[in-house]
């Protein structure tokens, strides 16, 4: 367990960047299916490096 910070390039919509950072974490092991993540990022047309998404999921299953 712990805390593993991963930072991705931005996709076209919240969805995809989410669903992006899942897949890179996945496919070194720093996340198995079934691991809960928490991810944030700023959404389109926020300030740069300014934070206003949360979310929590389970990885290779719904969201949490």
Do not use: C, F, W
């Amino acid at each position: 367990g712990g805390l593993y910070p991963l930072l991705v390039k931005r996709a076209q919509d919240t969805d995809h960047t989410i669903a992006r950072a899942i897949r890179i974490a996945h496919s070194p092991g720093m996340v198995n299916t079934g691991d809960t993540v928490v991810l944030t990022a700023g959404s389109a047309g926020s300030a740069p490096g300014t934070t206003d998404i949360m979310k929590v999921e389970v990885v290779g299953g719904h969201k949490v």
